[in-house]
């Protein structure tokens, strides 16, 4: 019998932006091993389209993507919830592996302001699945 793959939560308050990178990102390296979510306590209307520019550049298109509300269900289903500037709004659960990752917020900023936020969130994945994979 196998392990059930292990499932991340990525929670900002627009779930617009660094959420929704971060979700591109593990989506993209890790491809089926890991199931990602994302969510915001205050969901925006659509995603930042500077975001979707910058995974653009990367060969990662996130323009599909919706914001989508925060519940706590999604925690609860959650292996690891990962804050980003979220505040108090995420729900607590006992047992989750929660880590708050201290990241720029990409609204209302240009591409060039955008990429060293993309280029932090890339390496953080990249030691989540290194974490997640031992």
């Known amino acids: 019998m196998t392990d059930p793959k292990p499932s991340v939560l990525f929670?900002?308050?627009h779930n617009a932006g660094r959420s929704?990178?971060?979700?591109?990102?593990?989506?993209?390296l890790a491809g089926d091993r890991i199931e990602v979510r994302s969510a915001g306590s205050m969901p925006a209307d659509q995603i930042n389209p500077i975001a979707v520019e910058a995974m653009r550049e990367e060969g990662i298109d996130i323009a599909a993507e919706q914001p989508k509300v925060l519940t706590p269900e999604a925690v609860q289903a959650s292996d690891v919830v990962i804050t980003m500037g979220c505040?108090?709004?995420c729900p607590y659960y006992p047992g989750k592996r929660y880590e708050d990752w201290k990241l720029d917020d990409p609204a209302g900023q240009g591409i060039d302001a955008v990429r060293p936020i993309r280029d932090d969130?890339?390496?953080r994945i990249e030691g989540l699945i290194a974490s997640l994979a031992s």
């Open 121 to 123: 969130i890339r390496a």
């Open 87 to 89: 505040g108090d709004a």
């Open 20 to 28: 929704q990178m971060a979700a591109g990102y593990l989506r993209h």
């Open 11 to 13: 929670v900002c308050i």
